[in-house]
């Protein structure tokens, strides 16, 4: 009878934890009940107490406490359970607030820098304002030759009108219409010249070269005269020291095709003139 039981409680210990005091209870119940039976009434403890030892045998070996036996426990103070759910882990990073608005910054420009361009001499005396389109646009790698733009110009023997004629065109063979005439009625102001100078840096960058109308007289870093007293065309290839100083390709003299200006100076010879930049 104890074998029986035995093996009745032990197919009992496979059952889902939450059957198990159940089962305990009601093999208890059938052992006394049969103990009772099988040798009377005075040897019914005698069996209880077989039984409930057979049944916490079984619980020992299934891992499982009673209902009675199992008590809630209290984590320690110094426990990781003890404390907040999170305790022990890592505080989360709050997530960062981009502003989605803000533009990046632009990369500075270099404090000097040359356009590779193809030098060209005019070749009619009049030809100043085709020849400088012409030579600002080899920078950016466009080829025209000078009859052609001399007729999107509307160039005559009398010249070439004004800036805004160089502007026009420039836009029309350049793609995005990046240029922009600005015009000096009057001897520029600092002002003035500090945004002629800001205008060839941003444009140099880009890789365009800048048309320029001047009159006058000015000489250049080298010490040498250069005179246009009806007015002329030059092209305005290169700066440096961040622009306060520039390079001129000239077409007038294929001598000297190229020389070295300050802005101040440029910013003066264009005076009652203007510039495509």
Known sequence: MKHTLKRQLR????????????????????????????????????????????????????????????????????????????????????????????????????????????????????????????????????????????????????????????????NAVVKGNPYKTTMFPTAPRPAQMDRLQADIVRAITDGRGVVANIVGDAVDTDGGWHSFGGGHYIAVVGYRDQGRTVKIADSANPAVPSYWITTIDLANWITSRGYSA
Request: charged share 20%; glycine share 6%; hydrophobic share 40%.
């Open 11 to 170: 197919r009992l210990a496979a059952a889902r934890p939450y059957q198990i005091a159940a089962a305990s209870a009601a093999a208890l119940v059938l052992a006394t009940t049969t103990g009772a039976l099988l040798n009377g009434a005075d040897e019914a403890p005698a069996a209880q107490r077989a039984s409930a030892a057979v049944a916490a045998e079984l619980r020992s070996d299934a891992g499982i406490a009673s209902l009675s036996e199992q008590q809630p426990t209290t984590p320690a103070a110094d426990s990781p359970t003890a404390s907040s759910p999170t305790a022990g882990a890592p505080a989360a990073k709050k997530a960062a607030n981009p502003d989605l608005t803000r533009k990046p910054t632009p990369p500075k420009p270099p404090s000097s820098k040359v356009l590779d361009y193809d030098y060209q001499a005019q070749t009619t005396f009049y030809y100043c304002g085709p020849a400088a389109t012409r030579n600002a646009l080899s920078a950016t790698g466009i080829e025209r030759g000078q009859d052609d733009l001399a007729t999107q110009l509307g160039t005559t023997e009398m010249g070439t009108n004004s800036a805004e004629d160089t502007t026009r065109v420039l």
